[in-house]
Nanobody, 112 residues
C-alpha cells in the first residue's frame, strides 16, 4: 500500500509560479513511476508529467518548458515546479504512483 499526500496548491495570478509536493508513505520502495495529473471542471483527468525511478521524465506537450517534475527518493517526495502559469492551468492536481495509487488532490487556481 502507498499513501500519497499533495500540498502546495493555491491561488496565483497569471504568469506566477507554484511548486506542488507529493509525499509518499507506506511501501514507497515499490514505486517505479510517479506522475502528476490534473482535472479541470467539466474535463477529463489528464497527464501533466511523469518521472521514473531512473529520473527519466516526460511531459504533456502543453506543459513542456513551463513545468518541471522531480523526485527526492530519500524523502519519498515528488515535486512539480510550475512557471508562467495560465488561467487554463486551473485544475485539481493529483499525484499518482505506478498508475494505481492516487492522492486526494490539491487545487490550483490561476487568475487572469
Amino acid at each position: 500500500q502507498v499513501q500519497l499526500v499533495e500540498s502546495g496548491g493555491g491561488l496565483v495570478q497569471a504568469g506566477g509560479s507554484l511548486r506542488l509536493s507529493c509525499a509518499a508513505s507506506g511501501s514507497t520502495f515499490s514505486i517505479n513511476v510517479w506522475g502528476w495529473y490534473r482535472q479541470a471542471p467539466g474535463k477529463q483527468r489528464e497527464l501533466v508529467a511523469g518521472i521514473d525511478k531512473g529520473g527519466n521524465t516526460h511531459y504533456a506537450d502543453s506543459m513542456k518548458g513551463r513545468f518541471t517534475i522531480s523526485r527526492d527518493n530519500a524523502k519519498n517526495t515528488m515535486y512539480l515546479q510550475m512557471l508562467s502559469l495560465k488561467p487554463e492551468d486551473t485544475a485539481v492536481y493529483y499525484c499518482n504512483a505506478d498508475g494505481f495509487y492516487w492522492g486526494q488532490g490539491t487545487q490550483v487556481t490561476v487568475s487572469s
